[in-house]
């Protein structure tokens, strides 16, 4: 890594942290519903919206119906943008005269985003039309995020309330993160890309003529304003095919850079938020150290991996031999596979680079992230629900190191609340394996494979863990666009989403019933080191065991064949 490289990493790790920290107060307190600096900007077109829709924004809802207004809402944006798409042939704001998409790819796709996966089996440019871009895709960026951070809302008030029946209001809870962080950070971040180039009209296709004399015709549209919410909202779903390597949607290293910055800073905020809103800023750090500690060694070991280059090139007499492929010669290495790595502990499936042509071992950590239910940070809400269940997987393993009933957070925590972690935990990964073995299976999904072995496994791996950790990116190299594809990995994802938020409600709805618990000599401290320590090992130690044995078929045993050590 050159010095260049590691300084603007350091630098792009201090603003992140320098910005996430004052942002995560900021939106504990709108989330409280205390006054912030927009309040008399926004109040008002909140209140609108809770008439318009016929919402008391006063009155609680119980576990089950906070759960119950979720899949409404997620069901009713699906069918919605369904079939947006199918007539989009129709509907104005198409000057390309683009067809209604294949009903298979409609499918996964409104299943994608609803589901804040953004997964494309389509490229965007030549797919949906700008109304689709702009009134269907972009707008559930926006809300599906806002479910997201709810879900989550609803989740910590589980823990900070005692004998109560309810667990907030959803439209309150969806509204508020929409209004009060998502448009005005879009609105800001979208000024900016404009002014580095990235596009924003309504303009149809140009055509120009090439140097060679021939026609080509350049795909334009409203790029700037869904890149980013796109990247805000760890959607990840690219205006254009190439996603973030494409100029139009990142022109040069400052749009980079903040790209970057977006995908994680609502993510990283969310933690101290946390803090903020249980009362104990010490937990939402102890969280965050855990947090920091996965990612930095995943990046650690991706950098390395991919600074040695490749060993196949190495055991010909390459030196020097840093993997380029697949990346953007405008960043480098270094800015490719902090994406890649930013990217796969999120739930955002944006790529700067082809993740296809990264050696086998950052492949490895990419599908860790993923696997582990992008705890990790996560996308917006799930990654902390997700993390917050392996919370009390720990505590259930401290709890039989002390001989104690387990409890966080003033919590006991009983059968019930582990039972419902231990589902959104392991149900994901048991249905994304099942999946990916029934792709390896069926000549049909073996027919969309343009690797065979190792590889081959990977690139249908990754797709599923992929769709099950709500993250969009694909390993490429597999064509997706089938009935198939479109229909299993669309699955995956609900099963992914609904999987994690559900049982994630069921636990805030039987916490917020118990009654709080003093603080003792036999109650294990959460924020201190051992707690960080046992945490990231418990989420270490789970990922391993779920995922070594088909990662010993696919990365590592492509690992093995490319240094020469494994068999051809």
């Given at each position: 890594?050159?010095?260049?490289?590691?300084?603007?990493?350091?630098?792009?790790?201090?603003?992140?942290?320098?910005?996430?920290?004052?942002?995560?107060?900021y939106m504990a307190r709108v989330f409280l519903g205390e006054r912030v600096f927009l309040t008399g900007i926004l109040r008002p077109f909140e209140r609108f919206v809770y008439r318009a829709c016929g919402v008391d924004e006063t009155r609680e809802m119980t576990a089950r119906e906070y759960g119950s207004s979720v899949v409404v809402f997620t069901l009713a944006g699906l069918v919605l943008l369904f079939l947006l798409q199918a007539l989009q042939r129709l509907l104005p704001l198409n000057p390309e005269g683009l067809?209604?998409?294949?009903?298979?790819?409609?499918?996964?796709?409104?299943?994608?985003?609803?589901?804040?996966?953004?997964?494309?089996?389509?490229?965007?440019?030549?797919?949906?039309?700008?109304?689709?871009?702009?009134?269907?895709?972009?707008?559930?960026?926006?809300?599906?995020?806002?479910?997201?951070?709810?879900?989550?809302?609803?989740?910590?008030?589980?823990?900070?309330?005692?004998?109560?029946?309810?667990?907030?209001?959803?439209?309150?809870?969806?509204?508020?993160?929409?209004?009060?962080?998502?448009?005005?950070?879009?609105?800001?971040?979208?000024?900016?890309?404009?002014?580095?180039?990235?596009?924003?009209?309504?303009?149809?296709?140009?055509?120009?003529?090439?140097?060679?004399?021939?026609?080509?015709?350049?795909?334009?549209?409203?790029?700037?304003?869904?890149?980013?919410?796109?990247?805000?909202?760890?959607?990840?779903?690219?205006?254009?095919?190439?996603?973030?390597?494409?100029?139009?949607?990142?022109?040069?290293?400052?749009?980079?850079?903040?790209?970057?910055?977006?995908?994680?800073?609502?993510?990283?905020?969310?933690?101290?938020?946390?803090?903020?809103?249980?009362?104990?800023?010490?937990?939402?750090?102890?969280?965050?150290?855990?947090?920091?500690?996965?990612?930095?060694?995943?990046?650690?070991?991706?950098?390395?991996?991919?600074?040695?280059?490749?060993?196949?090139?190495?055991?010909?007499?390459?030196?020097?031999?840093?993997?380029?492929?697949?990346?953007?010669?405008?960043?480098?290495?270094?800015?490719?596979?902090?994406?890649?790595?930013?990217?796969?502990?999120?739930?955002?499936?944006?790529?700067?680079?082809?993740?296809?042509?990264?050696?086998?071992?950052?492949?490895?950590?990419?599908?860790?992230?993923?696997?582990?239910?992008?705890?990790?940070?996560?996308?917006?809400?799930?990654?902390?629900?997700?993390?917050?269940?392996?919370?009390?997987?720990?505590?259930?393993?401290?709890?039989?190191?002390?001989?104690?009933?387990?409890?966080?957070?003033?919590?006991?925590?009983?059968?019930?609340?582990?039972?419902?972690?231990?589902?959104?935990?392991?149900?994901?990964?048991?249905?994304?394996?099942?999946?990916a073995a029934v792709a390896v299976l069926l000549p049909t999904g073996r027919a969309s494979l343009a690797n065979p072995s190792a590889h081959g496994l990977s690139e249908i791996l990754y797709a599923y863990l992929s769709a099950a950790g709500n993250n969009g990116s694909a390993f490429a190299g597999l064509n997706a666009d089938t009935p198939f594809y479109n229909l299993t990995l669309g699955f995956t994802m609900l099963v992914g989403r609904f999987a994690t938020i559900l049982p994630g409600l069921a636990i805030a709805?039987?916490?917020?019933?118990?009654?709080?618990?003093?603080?003792?000599?036999?109650?294990?401290?959460?924020?201190?080191?051992?707690?960080?320590?046992?945490?990231?090992?418990?989420?270490?130690?789970?990922?391993?065991?779920?995922?070594?044995?088909?990662?010993?078929?696919?990365?590592?045993?492509?690992?093995?064949?490319?240094?020469?050590?494994?068999?051809?």
């Amino acid at each position: 890594m050159t010095m260049s490289s590691a300084l603007s990493l350091g630098f792009w790790l201090l603003a992140l942290i320098g910005l996430a920290v004052p942002l995560g107060r900021y939106m504990a307190r709108v989330f409280l519903g205390e006054r912030v600096f927009l309040t008399g900007i926004l109040r008002p077109f909140e209140r609108f919206v809770y008439r318009a829709c016929g919402v008391d924004e006063t009155r609680e809802m119980t576990a089950r119906e906070y759960g119950s207004s979720v899949v409404v809402f997620t069901l009713a944006g699906l069918v919605l943008l369904f079939l947006l798409q199918a007539l989009q042939r129709l509907l104005p704001l198409n000057p390309e005269g683009l067809a209604g998409v294949h009903w298979h790819t409609a499918i996964n796709t409104a299943i994608s985003f609803v589901t804040n996966t953004n997964w494309q089996s389509y490229g965007g440019e030549y797919t949906m039309s700008y109304l689709s871009q702009m009134f269907g895709l972009a707008v559930q960026n926006f809300v599906s995020a806002g479910v997201g951070i709810a879900a989550l809302l609803a989740m910590v008030r589980g823990f900070t309330r005692k004998e109560a029946g309810s667990v907030g209001n959803f439209w309150v809870d969806l509204v508020r993160p929409v209004l009060y962080v998502l448009l005005p950070l879009s609105l800001l971040l979208a000024l900016i890309l404009v002014s580095q180039g990235v596009v924003q009209t309504l303009k149809p296709s140009a055509t120009v003529r090439t140097l060679e004399g021939a026609s080509q015709t350049i795909a334009v549209g409203p790029a700037a304003s869904q890149i980013a919410i796109k990247q805000l909202g760890s959607n990840g779903g690219g205006y254009f095919n190439a996603n973030s390597a494409h100029p139009f949607e990142n022109p040069n290293w400052i749009s980079n850079f903040l790209e970057l910055l977006a995908i994680l800073l609502i993510p990283v905020a969310m933690v101290f938020t946390l803090g903020q809103m249980l009362g104990n800023p010490k937990q939402g750090r102890a969280l965050f150290y855990a947090m920091a500690v996965l990612f930095l060694l995943g990046l650690g070991v991706v950098l390395a991996s991919e600074l040695a280059g490749n060993p196949a090139l190495r055991a010909l007499g390459v030196e020097h031999g840093s993997n380029l492929a697949g990346k953007e010669t405008r960043f480098g290495i270094t800015s490719s596979v902090l994406w890649g790595q930013v990217t796969t502990v999120t739930s955002n499936g944006s790529v700067n680079s082809m993740h296809d042509a990264m050696t086998p071992l950052t492949g490895l950590v990419y599908m860790f992230n993923m696997g582990i239910g992008e705890a990790i940070f996560g996308g917006l809400g799930v990654g902390l629900m997700t993390m917050l269940f392996y919370v009390i997987l720990t505590m259930f393993i401290a709890g039989l190191m002390i001989g104690r009933t387990p409890e966080f957070l003033g919590k006991k925590l009983g059968p019930f609340e582990m039972v419902m972690a231990v589902i959104g935990v392991l149900l994901p990964p048991v249905v994304l394996l099942t999946g990916a073995a029934v792709a390896v299976l069926l000549p049909t999904g073996r027919a969309s494979l343009a690797n065979p072995s190792a590889h081959g496994l990977s690139e249908i791996l990754y797709a599923y863990l992929s769709a099950a950790g709500n993250n969009g990116s694909a390993f490429a190299g597999l064509n997706a666009d089938t009935p198939f594809y479109n229909l299993t990995l669309g699955f995956t994802m609900l099963v992914g989403r609904f999987a994690t938020i559900l049982p994630g409600l069921a636990i805030a709805g039987a916490l917020a019933r118990k009654k709080r618990v003093p603080l003792s000599i036999a109650t294990f401290p959460t924020t201190g080191v051992l707690f960080v320590v046992m945490l990231v090992a418990v989420i270490i130690v789970v990922g391993a065991l779920t995922y070594f044995p088909v990662f010993a078929l696919g990365p590592i045993l492509e690992h093995l064949m490319l240094s020469g050590t494994g068999p051809l």
